[in-house]
C-alpha cells in the first residue's frame, strides 16, 4: 500500500506487491506513471510517505531494523550510473575498494569475471566515456553483480539502446537468472520485455491496474 507525492503529484497510489524468491517480475507502464520511483523506494533512495516494503517480512525503513543481512539486491538504473572518471574496472571494483572486502589480488580476479560475464573481456582499462550506450548498460550490471545479488531491480534499462544491444543484454540477465537463480524486479514501457517475466503488473499514473502472468494477459487480448 504504497503511496508517495511530491507536490501536488500523487506519484504512487496504493500500490502493492508481492515478489517470490527467484521470480522475474515486471512493472509495464507509460514513462511518468511511478515504475522508476517504485524501483527507488525498495533500494531506500526515496521514503514513502505512507505504506511498508517488507523483505522476508522485515520493514526495511524501520528505525530499528535495515534491508536483513542475508538479502542482497543490487539496482540497474537507466542512466548507467557510472562514473566517467574511472576506467571500467574502476568502476566494478569501487564497491569492494571501498569496503576493503578482500585483498588487490582476489578484487582484480573478481572484476575480470564479472567482466566476462557481461561480454566485456579486456575492457578493463577503457575509460566510461569511450563505451556505447550497450556496453554502459552492460557495465552497469556488472558493477550490480559485484555483490552476488539475489534480485536484481532493473530500471527501464534499455531505453535508447539500439536493438542488438538490447538481445544482448537480455540475454546476459537470462543467464544469470537461470544459472545463478537470480531474482529480476523489472521496470519497462516494452512489452516484449515484460512477456519474457514470470509475473507482469500494468502501472498508470501510479495505480495498480492489472496483475498477472504474461499468458494471462494473452488470453485476456484473445477473448
Known amino acids: 500500500n504504497l503511496n508517495k507525492s511530491f507536490g501536488g503529484n500523487h506519484v504512487l497510489r496504493d500500490v502493492s506487491l508481492n515478489i517470490e524468491p527467484g521470480e522475474t517480475f515486471s512493472i509495464i507502464g507509460p514513462s511518468g506513471t511511478g515504475k522508476s520511483v517504485l524501483l527507488k523506494h525498495i533500494v531506500k533512495l526515496e521514503e514513502a510517505d505512507s505504506g511498508r516494503i517488507l523483505i522476508n517480512d522485515q520493514d526495511i525503513n524501520t528505525a530499528s531494523q535495515?534491508?536483513?543481512q542475508d538479502f542482497r539486491y543490487s539496482m540497474v538504473f537507466q542512466s548507467s550510473a557510472l562514473f566517467n572518471s574511472l576506467t571500467v574496472g574502476?568502476?566494478?571494483g569501487l564497491w569492494l575498494r571501498e569496503k576493503r572486502i578482500c585483498g588487490e589480488i582476489r578484487?582484480?580476479?573478481i572484476i575480470r569475471e564479472k567482466l566476462r560475464l557481461v561480454g566485456l573481456e579486456r575492457k578493463e582499462d577503457m575509460?566510461?566515456?569511450e563505451l556505447s550506450g550497450g556496453m554502459k548498460q552492460k557495465l552497469?550490471?556488472?558493477c550490480s553483480l559485484i555483490k552476488s545479488p539475489q534480485m536484481l531491480l532493473l530500471d527501464e534499462p534499455t531505453v535508447g539502446v539500439d536493438p542488438i544491444s538490447r538481445r544482448e543484454l537480455w540475454k546476459i540477465v537470462y543467464e544469470l537468472v537461470e544459472r545463478d537463480g537470480?531474482?529480476?524486479l523489472l521496470s519497462?514501457?516494452?512489452?516484449?520485455e515484460a512477456d519474457r517475466c514470470d509475473h507482469v503488473v500494468v502501472l498508470h499514473e501510479g495505480e495498480k491496474l492489472a496483475e498477472g502472468t504474461p499468458q494471462q494477459f494473452r488470453e485476456r487480448v484473445g477473448q
Open 66 to 68: 535495515d534491508t536483513p
Open 90 to 92: 574502476e568502476n566494478v
Open 107 to 109: 578484487i582484480r580476479r
Open 127 to 129: 575509460r566510461t566515456s
Open 140 to 142: 552497469g550490471l556488472a
Open 182 to 184: 537470480i531474482g529480476v
Open 188 to 192: 519497462t514501457a516494452y512489452l516484449d
